[in-house]
C-alpha cells in the first residue's frame, strides 16, 4: 500500500497539472489550417462583448491622437479611461474561461497601459511621451490580432 502513495501523488499532480493548462492557459481554443492566428470559440454575445471593447479602444486611440494634436490634455484622459481598467468588471460569464491566457495578459495589459497613459498626463503633459505610450499600445493590438482570432460556436 505505502507503494502507491507516491505513484497517486504524482498522477494527481499530473492531473492538476494538466487541469490547470487545460482550463487557465489552453482556454476553448483550436488552430486552423492556413491561419497562423489560434481561434477562440466562444458565443456570439460573448464574442460581440469583445468586439464592442474593441471598437471602443480604437474610438479611444482616435480621441487620445486628437487630444494629442490639439495639447488637450483633458481630452486625452478622458479617452484613455474609457478604455482602462474600469472597462472590464462586467466580463460575461464563460468567457474568461474560453480565452487562453495570453490572450488575457495582453487584453489585460492594454486596459492597463491606458490607464498609465492616463495617469502619466495627468501627472503632466508631454506630447513625446504620449505619443510613445500609444504607439506602445499598437503593439499590443497588433499582437493580438496577429494571434487570435474567434470563432463562434453554432
Ligand atoms: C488580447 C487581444 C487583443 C488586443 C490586445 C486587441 N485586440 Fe482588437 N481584436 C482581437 C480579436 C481576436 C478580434 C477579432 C478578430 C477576428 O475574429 O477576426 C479583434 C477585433 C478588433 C476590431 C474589430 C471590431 C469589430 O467590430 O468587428 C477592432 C476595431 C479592434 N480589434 C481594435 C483594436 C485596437 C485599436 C486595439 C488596441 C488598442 C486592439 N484591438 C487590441 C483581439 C485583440
Request: positive net charge.
Amino acid at each position: 500500500m505505502k507503494k502507491f502513495i507516491p505513484i497517486l501523488l504524482i498522477l494527481s499532480l499530473v492531473l492538476n497539472v494538466f487541469l490547470v493548462y487545460f482550463f487557465m492557459f489552453k482556454g476553448e481554443t483550436s488552430i486552423t489550417e492556413n491561419d497562423t492566428r489560434i481561434a477562440i470559440h466562444t458565443s456570439y454575445s460573448n464574442k460581440e462583448f469583445v468586439m464592442k471593447e474593441m471598437r471602443g479602444f480604437l474610438e479611444s486611440v482616435r480621441d487620445i491622437n486628437e487630444g494629442i494634436l490639439q495639447k488637450n490634455p483633458e481630452k486625452i484622459i478622458k479617452a484613455a479611461e474609457k478604455s482602462g481598467g474600469a472597462a472590464t468588471e462586467h466580463v460575461p460569464e464563460g468567457l474568461l474561461k474560453a480565452l487562453p491566457m495570453e490572450f488575457k495578459k495582453l487584453g489585460f495589459d492594454t486596459h492597463d497601459q491606458f490607464d498609465q497613459l492616463a495617469k502619466s498626463v495627468k501627472k503632466q503633459f508631454n506630447k513625446d511621451e504620449a505619443q510613445q505610450q500609444v504607439n506602445k499600445i499598437l503593439y499590443n493590438c497588433t499582437q493580438c490580432h496577429q494571434s487570435f482570432k474567434f470563432e463562434v460556436k453554432p
